[in-house]
Nanobody, 121 residues
């Protein structure tokens, strides 16, 4: 069983910074990819950033150059540093995790509960 634990987020001023963390806890699994998607009121869920087991990263167009994703592999925890925040970043941020169990080798995906980020102008 793999559990997704999110932390961070909250309120920020426009131009400010915030951080998010997402820990994958459990046993007998390996992370394939971990990161965040966000959903603003009345809008669909969009990619923010993902990091993969080969250390490659993927960013949404709206955040590229301002957000940075990293991973502490020893703790199975991803971190998202969000700089130069804009009011448009206000949304519920969901951690997405893709993993493979050790045995049998099954690929699975899951989502965290979501963390609110609110940026005021």
């Amino acid at each position: 069983h793999v559990e997704i634990v999110e932390s961070g987020g909250g309120p920020a001023q426009s131009g400010g910074s915030l951080g998010l963390s997402c820990e994958a806890s459990g046993s007998d699994f390996a992370i394939r990819g971990i990161g965040w998607y966000r959903q603003a009121p009345g809008k669909g869920r969009e990619l923010v950033a993902m990091i993969y087991s080969d250390d490659s990263t993927e960013y949404g167009e709206a955040v590229s150059g301002r957000f940075t994703i990293s991973i502490d592999k020893s703790k199975n925890t991803a971190h998202l540093q969000m700089n130069k925040l804009k009011p448009a970043a206000t949304a519920l941020y969901y951690c997405k995790l893709s993993w493979m169990t050790t045995w049998p080798p099954v690929v699975a995906e899951g989502w965290g509960q979501g963390t609110q980020v609110t940026v005021s102008s």
